[in-house]
T-cell receptor, first 111, second 108 residues
Framework: DTGVSQDPRHKITKRGQNVTFRCDPI?????LYWYRQTLGQGPEFLTY????????KSRLLSDRFSAERPKGSFSTLEIQRTEQGDSAMYLC?????????FGSGTRLTVV | RKEVEQDPGPFNVPEGATVAFNCTYS??????FFWYRQDCRKEPKLLMS???SGNEDGRFTAQLNRASQYISLLIRDSKLSDSATYLC?????????FGPGTSLSVIP
């Protein structure tokens, strides 16, 4: 499969726990993006990487959120001390130039 | 004002109808424009890029008006399988900004 892969597909966690999501982009894509989507809204930009460098972080990304792309390949998004408001679909996308390819997303439910 | 705005709908149209979606964007520095399709509980998928001269892909036609900062998508001869949410997206710098999406239901 040469698409964007995200793991896990679903995650249910208790409030206050930490969670980590993984994204494996298309191998030749040097840009990797994280978005968050809630019901009835479009995807909201969180952060993006060009190779291993994190070039931009949204104001939506509080200090509880951290993302890494250590070797310029896969990326992780960690949320510490989860809150109910963090419940959403977390989407990863990769690109080489214009136009993204999205992964299937990780659906997070904080109870 | 949101960077990208769309009428959320829903648009309920009969099979075979023509339906048009509109989108406005606020950042005049936007360089690239797209329409994405998103099925329920699935990831967005690129439907088509939008070029200044307008472009067509089968039953789908996209138009861009840079002066008015306005993008449109026209779907002709609607099929049941066109039922989805259509997301307008623009790239002002290095990232894509999405609108909230317009929901389309094509009814038999």
């Amino acid at each position: 499969d040469t698409g964007v892969s995200q793991d896990p597909r679903h995650k249910i966690t208790k409030r206050g726990q930490n969670v980590t999501f993984r994204c494996d982009p298309i191998s030749e894509h040097n840009r990797l993006y994280w978005y968050r989507q809630t019901l009835g809204q479009g995807p909201e930009f969180l952060t993006y990487f060009q190779n291993e460098a994190q070039l931009e972080k949204s104001r939506l990304l509080s200090d509880r959120f951290s993302a890494e792309r250590p070797k310029g390949s896969f990326s992780t998004l960690e949320i510490q001390r989860t809150e109910q408001g963090d419940s959403a679909m977390y989407l990863c996308a990769s690109s080489l130039s214009d136009g993204y390819t999205f992964g299937s997303g990780t659906r997070l439910t904080v109870v | 004002r949101k960077e990208v705005e769309q009428d959320p709908g829903p648009f309920n149209v009969p099979e075979g109808a023509t339906v048009a979606f509109n989108c406005t964007y606020s950042n005049s520095a936007s360089q690239s424009f797209f329409w994405y399709r998103q099925d329920c509980r699935k990831e967005p998928k690129l439907l088509m890029s939008v070029y200044s001269s307008g472009n067509e892909d089968g039953r789908f036609t996209a138009q861009l008006n840079r002066a008015s900062q306005y993008i449109s998508l026209l779907i002709r001869d609607s099929k049941l399988s066109d039922s989805a949410t259509y997301l307008c997206a623009v790239t002002p710098y290095d990232k894509v900004i999405f609108g909230p999406g317009t929901s389309l239901s094509v009814i038999p």
